[in-house]
T-cell receptor, first 117, second 108 residues
Framework: GAVVSQHPSWVICKSGTSVKIECRSL??????MFWYRQFPKQSLMLMAT?????????EQGVEKDKFLINHASLTLSTLTVTSAHPEDSSFYIC?????????????FGPGTRLLVL | GQNIDQPTEMTATEGAIVQINCTYQ??????LFWYQQHAGEAPTFLSY????GLEEKGRFSSFLSRSKGYSYLLLKELQMKDSASYLC?????????FGQGTELSVKP
C-alpha cells in the first residue's frame, strides 16, 4: 500500500517552454501533497504544500507564478514549471501525506528528472 | 528557524554496524523521520520517532532524544546494498524539513 506515482519520469525541453508533472496516490487518498526539488549532491528542498481544493502554500523563495500547483482531487496534484530555463533543471519529487495511527507519514513518488536545454 | 545537521559521508565495512547521527534545532517539532535514498531514486521511508527512545525494525533502529535535539539511525549487519544516502527529516507541523543527507559507502 501507499504507492505514489509520478509522470513523466524524465523530460527534456527547450528553454521557454512549460512542463507539467503529475503526482498520483494510487491506493489511498492523500490529505496533503508536497513538492520537492533536489539538485545533484544536495538534499530535498520543500517547494510547496498542496491541499485538495485550496491554494498551495509556497516556501520562501519559491515563485508561485513560475511553479503552478493544482490539486484537483485527493489523488492527483500537478506541478507546472512555466517558461522553464536551464537553472530549473533538477529532480522534482512529490510526496503524499497519509495520516493515521497517531502520525503522518509522507510517501514519495519516484521523481521526475527535468533537463532544460 | 530550523537547522538539521548530519555528517556528509561515512564509510563502513560489510557485516559491521554503523550509526548515523542527526542533530536538529527546529520550532514546532512533531517527530523525526529517516529515509533512505539511492542515487537517482526517490527516498524510501525507514523509520519515524516522535517519543524519546529506540525504535527497532529489523536491521535498522532509530533513536530519538527530544530534550537533546538528537537522533541516530543504527544499521546492523551491513550489506553492500545499504550503500545509499540517509536523510534525517523533522516533521514541522506536517512539513518535512530535510537534513543534507549522509552518503554511506559500504565496502567489502
Amino acid at each position: 500500500g501507499a504507492v505514489v506515482s509520478q509522470h513523466p519520469s524524465w523530460v527534456i525541453c527547450k528553454s521557454g517552454t512549460s512542463v507539467k508533472i503529475e503526482c498520483r496516490s494510487l491506493d489511498f487518498q492523500a490529505t496533503t501533497m508536497f513538492w520537492y526539488r533536489q539538485f545533484p549532491k544536495q538534499s530535498l528542498m520543500l517547494m510547496a504544500t498542496s491541499n485538495e481544493g485550496s491554494k498551495a502554500t509556497y516556501e520562501q523563495g519559491v515563485e508561485k507564478d513560475k511553479f503552478l500547483i493544482n490539486h484537483a482531487s485527493l489523488t492527483l496534484s500537478t506541478l507546472t514549471v512555466t517558461s522553464a530555463h536551464p537553472e530549473d533543471s533538477s529532480f522534482y519529487i512529490c510526496s503524499a501525506g497519509l495520516a493515521g495511527m497517531g502520525r503522518e507519514t509522507q510517501y514519495f513518488g519516484p521523481g521526475t528528472r527535468l533537463l532544460v536545454l | 528557524g530550523q537547522n538539521i545537521d548530519q555528517p556528509t559521508e561515512m564509510t563502513a565495512t560489510e557485516g559491521a554496524i554503523v550509526q548515523i547521527n542527526c542533530t536538529y534545532q527546529t520550532s514546532g517539532f512533531n517527530g523525526l523521520f529517516w529515509y533512505q535514498q539511492h542515487a537517482g531514486e526517490a527516498p524510501t521511508f525507514l523509520s519515524y520517532n516522535v517519543l524519546d527512545g529506540l525504535e527497532e525494525k529489523g536491521r535498522f533502529s532509530s533513536f530519538l532524544s527530544r530534550s537533546k535535539g538528537y537522533s541516530y539511525l543504527l544499521l546492523k549487519e551491513l550489506q553492500m546494498k545499504d550503500s545509499a544516502s540517509y536523510l534525517c527529516a523533522c516533521n514541522q507541523g506536517g512539513k518535512l524539513i530535510f537534513g543534507q543527507g549522509t552518503e554511506l559507502s559500504v565496502k567489502p
